[in-house]
Nanobody
Framework: QVQLVESGGGLVQPGGSLGLSCAAS????????MAWYRQAPEKQRELVAV???????NYADSVKGRFTISRDNSKNTVYLQMNSLKPEDTAVYYC??????????WGQGTQVTVSS
């Protein structure tokens, strides 16, 4: 049984920082491409950042230079460090795992709200 459990969301002021974690179980974590997506109200879910099994990283243009994705294969965990947060970063953030030749797996989501 695959489980992705996100943590670390919350309320932060504009310009602040927040870190998200996603602990995975039930998959061969080191082989998975791990990603963070987000979905704001009335908007489509969008890719924020992805880190592949080989370590290649891609970011959405909107978060480049502000967000950092990383992974710890020994802990089966992927992280998203978010700095210089803006109100438009407000969304539910979802962890995603993609293994070669299989369906994608999703976490339950964690709310991030950037507001003064």
């Amino acid at each position: 049984q695959v489980q992705l459990v996100e943590s670390g969301g919350g309320l932060v002021q504009p310009g602040g920082s927040l870190g998200l974690s996603c602990a995975a179980s039930g998959i061969i974590f080191r082989l998975a491409a791990m990603a963070w997506y987000r979905q704001a109200p009335e908007k489509q879910r969008e890719l924020v950042a992805v880190i592949r099994s080989g370590g290649i990283i891609n970011y959405a243009d909107s978060v480049k230079g502000r967000f950092t994705i990383s992974r710890d294969n020994s802990k089966n965990t992927v992280y998203l460090q978010m700095n210089s947060l803006k109100p438009e970063d407000t969304a539910v953030y979802y962890c995603n795992a993609q293994l070669p030749g299989t369906v994608a797996f999703w976490g339950q989501g964690t709310q991030v709200t950037v507001s003064s």
